[in-house]
């Protein structure tokens, strides 16, 4: 029973946490810092989602991001996208999803 509990939530913190194409960087980082589990959730999984479809595409046969050997979670990977957010408040009336990609871009740069 408690498994069909953790899918459900799964499942509709993936389909809550798309974000429009205009939300803006600030949004983002007002979610993933909110207090309590479901903000949480719901970020991880908007961030988990935005890692896989890096991990499956590649635009120009270019890598933009080499993930660690050893994984990545998607917590940890929020804890990255919230640090680069606040310590760039410049850039949060950009694109949400085109800070993430920076973020995670110079995290985990690909040697060329």
Same mark, same amino acid.
């Given at each position: 029973?408690?498994?069909?509990?953790?899918? !459900?939530?799964?499942?509709?913190?993936?389909?809550?946490?798309?974000?429009?194409?205009?939300?803006?960087?600030?949004?983002?980082?007002?979610? /993933?810092? @909110?207090?309590?589990?479901? @903000? *949480? !959730?719901? /970020?991880?999984?908007?961030?988990?989602?935005?890692?896989?479809?890096? @991990?499956?595409?590649?635009?120009?046969?270019?890598?933009?991001? /080499?993930?660690?050997?050893?994984?990545?979670? @998607?917590?940890?990977?929020?804890?990255?996208?919230?640090?680069?957010?606040?310590?760039?408040?410049?850039?949060?009336?950009?694109?949400?999803?085109?800070?993430?990609? !920076?973020?995670?871009?110079?995290?985990?740069? /690909? *040697?060329?």
């Amino acid at each position: 029973m408690n498994r069909v509990i953790v899918l !459900l939530a799964v499942s509709l913190a993936t389909a809550l946490a798309q974000p429009s194409q205009s939300e803006k960087a600030e949004k983002l980082l007002q979610e /993933c810092t @909110a207090p309590g589990e479901t @903000a *949480k !959730l719901l /970020c991880a999984a908007y961030i988990n989602g935005f890692m896989d479809g890096i @991990a499956m595409q590649s635009i120009n046969n270019r890598r933009y991001i /080499c993930w660690p050997k050893d994984g990545l979670s @998607a917590f940890q990977a929020v804890r990255i996208v919230v640090k680069w957010l606040e310590d760039h408040p410049k850039n949060l009336n950009k694109s949400g999803r085109s800070e993430v990609m !920076l973020a995670l871009e110079d995290a985990f740069p /690909c *040697k060329e």
